[in-house]
């Protein structure tokens, strides 16, 4: 690739965005069932050899497909998510030891990202309030005769999006229903990383299909494909 707008110095090598993540580092990517992840990146990482990730992402994806790859080979020694029942090595290493898993609700799991992306101290929700296994650690918080459960913001160290256009400040727009959770996980990682399918130069994006601003990510890099086109089929 050529760059030729690179005026903020976001626009990076595959390979300089890795250098950005390390081993037991806490990494949040974007991506429902591996429609929205970055494959690129994720390639990237499964070369550099990086291991004992703390993963935060909607789902473990499947074996060989989104962030299933890295779940797959042993890279995550624990996962953030809202299910795993795509990827069987998931259930399977969890079972065996191998694999630390935090559940959280789907709507529950987006809001704690958002909640970590603007800055909220947590969210209240009474989704298990009654239940021992779920409420277990959890602060109970009364609101006008109510209980809720506390559930905590979060955040990592770097977060990895998926765009199907970027400009070279890091405006991002989405590709339909690959945009799923990426624009809350840009908002919730201490470095941003968005592959993109096509850089353009500023000022060519329709401001109002804008989704992501700029001022959320800090480096770009071009993808080399997608692997996920068809992983629902």
Known sequence: MTIMHNEFGKIISLHEAVQLIDDGCSLMVGGFGGIGSPPSLIAAILNKEVKNITLICNDTGFPNIGVGRLVSRERVKKAIVSHIGSNPFAGKLMHEGKLEVEFS????????????????????????????????????????????????????????????????????????????????VAMAGQITIAEVEEIVPLGELNPEEIITPGIFIDYIVQSEGVNWKWAWE
């Open 105 to 184: 609700p789907q709507g529950v799991l987006i809001e704690r990202i958002r909640a970590g992306g603007v800055g909220l101290g947590g969210i209240l929700v009474d989704i298990g309030v009654d239940n021992e296994w779920v409420a277990k650690g959890k602060q109970v918080i009364e609101v006008d005769g109510m209980s809720y459960l506390l559930e905590l913001p979060l955040t990592a160290d770097v977060s990895l999006v998926y765009a199907k256009k970027s400009d070279p400040f890091g405006n991002l727009v989405y590709d339909k229903s690959a945009r799923n959770t990426n624009p809350y």
